[in-house]
Each structure stands twice: as structure tokens, then as C-alpha cells.
């Protein structure tokens, strides 16, 4: 069974740092295209960021760009959001979504996980 | 303002059969990108629903199902459900923006 598990979300004031994590278990993470999705409260979602399997592809939404930095430890299933510079307005919860299976050759995101709420606020 | 059209709300009585519509434009669905729908129920996770345009998720059963033609899409829920009652979610890619998803849908069995 496919498990993503998120965490490191909490309370930031504007302008300061945090960084996501997401542990992924139950398929290879290592050859599969990783991203991160946010859903600001009681709002639609938001594509934030992909990754490639060997991280020599990474894209961002232009909200984000300069600001966040996705990576990821293949050798820890892990993959990771670091984000900088943050505004009320990256007040969300952070999904981790995976591409395995029927979206590994498309534009999909097959798993979910629970997500990690971050609150950007003074 | 989200780059794929959903109608903020939809209805059915159980048994029913409703359509949610998700229209994009000439750099998504019209540039030939496939749609995918998710299903969110209250305050959990975004679910798979369909991808690549007609294809169900896994253990997603045949009551749904999916379209495109040009630049819209539609997810038929037949036989409606209360356990249906949830929000629903077109995504695509956009050769502009990269992955963009539709403002989402709330379905509501009456």
C-alpha cells in the first residue's frame, strides 16, 4: 500500500523560512516524478511544485518561484520543500502527491498524503 | 480565477445521474493534454478519480465516468450516492503554466 506521509508544517511569521518533508513508502520512489500541491482554506487546489525521478528536472508554479525549493533523498523516500520568504498568502495545507502507476506517464497524481498545514502569520 | 471552468455547485437526488463540466482553452485540453479528476470528501485528502480522460482509478466503480472533446471535459456520476457527496476536481497540464487544476466542484446529493 502506497503511503506519503507528510510533516513539518506549523505557524511562521511573513517573511521567515520552513521546511516540508514527505516520507514516502509502499512503491519505488526513486524512479517517479514527486510533487507538492497546496490548498489554501476553504479554496481550490494548487500545483506548487515537480520534481523528477533523479531531480534533474524541477518546475514551479511562477507564486512560488524564488521563493521555495523542492528536492529530494532517494536513498531516505523522502522528498522535501523548502520555503523561504513566506507570505500570508502560502497560508495552505502541503500535499505531497506521487505520479507511480497509471501517472507515471502523464500529468497525474496517483497518492495523496494527509497533508501539513502551514500558517503564514504575525 | 483558475485556468479550468467548473461550475461552482451541482445537485442530484440519489439515483440520479448529474455531470460536472471543466472547460479549458487551446493550450490545455485544446493542445490535445488529457483531463484528470479527483474526489475530495470532507476534510480529508484529494482521491484519484479518473485520469488520462476515460480511465477509472483503481477501485473507483463504473458509475463514473469521463469525457473530453476540444477544449471541455465532463465526470458523469450515474445512479447517484450519498456517500458521492464530496468535491470534485479537474486537473491538466497547460503548455504555459505547467500543471493547473479547475476551481472545483461541490457536489451535493439532496
Known amino acids: 500500500e502506497v503511503q506519503l506521509v507528510e510533516s513539518g508544517g506549523g505557524l511562521v511569521k511573513p517573511g521567515g523560512s520552513l521546511r516540508i518533508s514527505c516520507v514516502a513508502s509502499?512503491?519505488?520512489?526513486?524512479?517517479?516524478?514527486m510533487n507538492w500541491v497546496r490548498q489554501a482554506p476553504g479554496k481550490g487546489l494548487e500545483w506548487v511544485s515537480s520534481i523528477s525521478s533523479s531531480s534533474s528536472h524541477i518546475y514551479y508554479a511562477d507564486s512560488v518561484k524564488g521563493r521555495f525549493t523542492i528536492s529530494r533523498d532517494n536513498a531516505k523516500n523522502s522528498l522535501y520543500l523548502q520555503m523561504n520568504s513566506l507570505r500570508a498568502e502560502d497560508t495552505a495545507v502541503y500535499y505531497c502527491?506521487?505520479?507511480?502507476?497509471?501517472?507515471?506517464?502523464?500529468?497525474?497524481?496517483?497518492?495523496w498524503g494527509q497533508g501539513t498545514l502551514v500558517t503564514v502569520s504575525s | 480565477q483558475s485556468v479550468l471552468t467548473q461550475p461552482p455547485s451541482v445537485s442530484g437526488a440519489p439515483g440520479q445521474r448529474v455531470t460536472i463540466s471543466c472547460t479549458g482553452s487551446s493550450s490545455n485540453f485544446g493542445a490535445d493534454y488529457d483531463v484528470h479528476w479527483y474526489q475530495q470528501l470532507p476534510g480529508t485528502a484529494p482521491k484519484l478519480l479518473m485520469y488520462?480522460?476515460?480511465i477509472r482509478s483503481s477501485g473507483v466503480p463504473d458509475r463514473f465516468s469521463g469525457s473530453k472533446s476540444g477544449t471541455s471535459a465532463s465526470l458523469v456520476i450515474t445512479g447517484l450516492q450519498a456517500e458521492d457527496e464530496a468535491d470534485y476536481f479537474c486537473?491538466?497540464?497547460?503548455?504555459?503554466?505547467?500543471?493547473?487544476f479547475g476551481g472545483g466542484t461541490k457536489l451535493t446529493v439532496l
Open positions: 486537473q491538466s497540464y497547460d503548455r504555459s503554466l505547467n500543471v493547473v
Open positions: 509502499g512503491f519505488t520512489f526513486s524512479i517517479y516524478v
Open positions: 502527491a506521487s505520479q507511480e502507476g497509471g501517472c507515471s506517464g502523464a500529468s497525474c497524481f496517483t497518492s
Open positions: 488520462a480522460n476515460i
